[in-house]
T-cell receptor, first 109, second 116 residues
Framework: GQNIDQPTEMTATEGAIVQINCTYQ??????LFWYQQHAGEAPTFLSY??LDGLEEKGRFSSFLSRSKGYSYLLLKELQMKDSASYLC??????????WGAGTKLIIKP | IAGITQAPTSQILAAGRRMTLRCTQD?????MYWYRQDLGLGLRLIHY???????GKGEVPDGYSVSRANTDDFPLTLASAVPSQTSVYFC???????????????FGEGSRLTVL
């Protein structure tokens, strides 16, 4: 079956760095995606990886290893506004997104 | 402001009643989707439409129907609501060609539905 695993909750300190891991199993693979969702709001697109390696976008970076079925989202210089859920999703061979349950990130002062 | 509009934002509904959640986008995106989001679970695809006039079933289509008469509108209907359909419903859209390149979906603000 198809499956996405990510931690349920993480806590980090303002100004620090946090890494949110995601492992996936899909029928075929057409990319790995990260979305941010603040409480009570809609998910918003953060990043997309289809090739192995690190993609950097400002304070956020996303990494992919296709051979390991593994990705992580790295958030640097954490700010209070980064408190949100981070959703990992993998695209299968039919271009359908398979979603993880999300990681709730709590930022403490 | 361009984007996706959903209505209603919140609704309490008696079991057995019929309910239509409305979704309109003004980005001229070909593809539209309906997801439900439940605590502890990932977003689950209910129905989708790759272009006006066509629809398809997602992962959890039972009890729901959709139509796509034009590019902009994609309503979701619950013919006879049941308590297990209590959830937050998100409508989303994508430029279908761009989606295969970037996977970017644009979401509406969600409709919180409670079925009693």
């Amino acid at each position: 079956g198809q499956n996405i695993d990510q931690p349920t909750e993480m806590t980090a300190t303002e100004g620090a760095i946090v890494q949110i891991n995601c492992t996936y199993q899909t029928s075929g693979f057409n990319g790995l995606f990260w979305y941010q969702q603040h409480a009570g709001e809609a998910p918003t697109f953060l990043s997309y990886n289809v090739l192995d390696g690190l993609e950097e976008k400002g304070r956020f970076s996303s990494f992919l290893s296709r051979s390991k079925g593994y990705s992580y989202l790295l958030l640097k210089e954490l700010q209070m506004k980064d408190s949100a859920s981070y959703l990992c999703a993998a695209m299968d061979s039919n271009y359908q997104l398979i979603w993880g349950a999300g990681t709730k990130l709590i930022i403490k002062p | 402001i361009a984007g996706i509009t959903q209505a209603p934002t919140s609704q309490i509904l008696a079991a057995g009643r019929r309910m239509t959640l409305r979704c309109t986008q003004d980005m001229r995106h070909n593809a539209m989707y309906w997801y439900r989001q439940d605590l502890g679970l990932g977003l689950r695809l209910i129905h989708y439409s790759n272009t006006a006039g066509t629809t398809g079933k997602g992962e959890v289509p039972d009890g729901y129907s959709v139509s796509r008469a034009n590019t902009d509108d994609f309503p979701l209907t619950l013919a006879s609501a049941v308590p297990s359909q209590t959830s937050v419903y998100f409508c989303a859209s994508s430029d279908s060609r761009g989606f295969q390149d970037t996977g970017e979906l644009f979401f509406g603000e969600g409709s919180r539905l409670t079925v009693l």
